[in-house]
């Protein structure tokens, strides 16, 4: 059914931060400012009601295969986040045709979305990352005056 193929899919994208250094869980913070932070604004509300990928017409044809505008929305908000070292391997798993570039902007997740999201700008955005249009943006963190 297409909540087991939405749960697949949503899974699929690791959605969890990845440090590339090893970390001790308890014992380290990952500082963001509040720039930085900011940039999750709109993406981390996503409650994975599913009502954006049900509403999508390449969902219904490819539910199964094409990613969905939540995963994919959901996968731009770890590939922004400044504290995830991870963008590029993100970004390559996102090259092919049932992901980024199978959405054809009709609209209708972020019309639908009950907390009024925007999915399909997030695929827009990370259609351009993607496809080398627009990088990662720098974080903006500072750290100075702190120890171990």
């Known amino acids: ?41 709109g993406l981390y509300e996503c409650i994975l009601c599913a009502c954006c990928s049900t509403s999508c017409p390449s969902y219904w044809w490819n539910s199964d295969k094409f990613l969905g505008p939540a995963a994919i929305m959901q996968s731009y908000r770890w590939i922004i986040d400044s504290r995830d070292d991870f963008a590029k391997e993100r970004l390559k798993k996102l090259k092919d045709a049932h992901s980024v570039f199978r959405c054809h902007s ?36 500072k750290v100075t005056g702190l120890h171990k």
Do not use: H
């Open 1 to 41: 059914n297409c909540f087991t193929y939405f749960c697949r899919q949503y899974n699929s994208i690791e959605p969890w931060l990845k440090q590339k250094k090893p970390v001790t869980l308890g014992k380290e913070q990952f500082l963001q400012s509040i720039k930085d932070r900011d940039k999750l604004d």
């Open 106 to 141: 009709i609209l209708n997740c972020t019309n639908c979305c009950p907390k009024e999201l925007n999915p399909a700008k997030a695929i827009a955005l990370t259609r351009k990352l993607v496809a080398g249009v627009s990088k990662k943006p720098k974080s903006q963190m």
